[in-house]
C-alpha cells in the first residue's frame, strides 16, 4: 500500500433511479460513487455470493485472469475530474520467464466487481478522498429506509 492510499470498503450498495450508488468506507468518512444497472448487479450477486449457470462478463474476465496467471493486486480509485471517478486495476503476473507487473485503466464500477470478485483490497488515492464529500448521512438514510421496508414486508 502506498501512504497516499486508503484502504476502503463496499458498506453498501443503494439503488437510485438510474443504477445504484456504491457506498465506500475506511470507517471515518464514507464516499459514493454512481454505477449503472448492470454493474450493481454484478457487484451484489459477488458481495452475496451469488452463483449463476454461465459466466457474466465479469466472470468471464475473473477466468481469464486465471487462465493468464494473473493475480489482481490492488484496485485503485485514482482520479475525480467533473464528478466522474477514474481507476487503476494493478495486475501481476508470474511465469517461467518472470514477473510482469501490469497497471489496466478501468472504470471505477468495473474495478469494484472485480475487486470483490478477486478478494483484493481496494484504495481510494488521498486527492480523491479530499475532494469528496463525506456521505454517510446518506448511507444511513438508505440502510434505516432499507430496515423499514423490511419490517413492512413482515407484515
Known sequence: MNEDEILVEVKGLVPTPSGSGVFLSNDDKVIAIFVDPSVAAA????????????????????????????????????DLHDDTFFARLFLKQENDLGTNLIEVDARPSDSIAIAIQ????????????L?????????????????????????
Open 118 to 129: 478477486q478478494d483484493c483490497p481496494i484504495y481510494v488515492h488521498k486527492k480523491v478522498w
Open 43 to 78: 457487484i451484489t450477486m459477488f458481495l452475496q455470493e451469488i452463483k449463476k449457470p454461465r459466466p457474466l462478463t465479469h466472470d468471464l474476465i475473473g477466468n481469464i485472469l486465471v487462465g493468464l496467471g494473473v493475480v489482481v493486486q490492488k484496485v485503485v480509485i485514482n
Open 131 to 155: 475532494q469528496t464529500e463525506d456521505m454517510s448521512w446518506a448511507l444511513k438514510q438508505a440502510t434505516a429506509e432499507q430496515e423499514d421496508d423490511d419490517e413492512d414486508e413482515m407484515f
